[in-house]
């Protein structure tokens, strides 16, 4: 379990980013997250969920990386032709998905 989190930049640009990582060499240090995290016994999400919190940044490693910046195409914005509603236009619809069914 990782994630990647970075500023916005130009597409192609090369940035810096920290990636988060919660880290098993650390989760043993709370057996009931641990055997969560491995699946290596049966743990309630409310339980694990309360391990994590318990252990708070404990748990997580962290490290800078590289970057390129992905690019975002712009979202069409239009008004649905039945409620006037806007919605993100996908394909070339007029209607919303709720006025669409």
């Keep these: ?3 990647k989190i970075n500023p916005w930049a130009p597409a192609g640009d090369n940035i810096k980013g920290v990636r988060i990582i919660l880290d098993p060499k650390k989760t043993v240090n709370y057996p009931l997250l641990h055997a969560w995290y491995m699946n290596t016994a049966k743990v309630s999400h409310k339980d694990a969920v309360s391990e994590l919190l318990k252990a708070g ?6 490290e800078f990386i590289g970057v390129v910046a992905p690019s975002k ?3 069409k914005v239009e008004l649905c032709e039945v409620c006037k509603e806007p919605f993100i236009q996908q394909n070339g619809e007029k209607k919303c998905l709720a006025c669409s069914k």
């Design 1 to 3: 379990m990782a994630a």
């Design 73 to 75: 195409p712009k979202k």
């Design 57 to 62: 940044n404990d748990v997580y490693s962290y």
